[in-house]
């Protein structure tokens, strides 16, 4: 019913209002993400596992 009321009233894109700030919040927080798992992926491996060696690829 709730779903009916508002595409009736304001129309189907509605139901996407607040994407844009989401998704450009997004890019920024997943990138720092993938940095900071990086780091601590080399952290660990250089601190932790002294004697191995540490490969960058998969």
Do not use: C, M
Not at 5 to 22: C, D, M, N, Q
Not at 31 to 39: A, C, G, K, N, S
């Amino acid at each position: 019913d709730v779903f009916q009321r508002i595409l009736h009233k304001e129309g189907a894109v509605s139901f996407w209002k607040g994407f844009t700030p989401y998704f450009s919040r997004l890019g920024p927080h997943t990138i720092l993400t993938f940095i900071f798992i990086e780091q601590l992926n080399i952290q660990y491996q250089k601190h932790i596992l002294k004697n191995q060696v540490y490969s960058s690829t998969l």
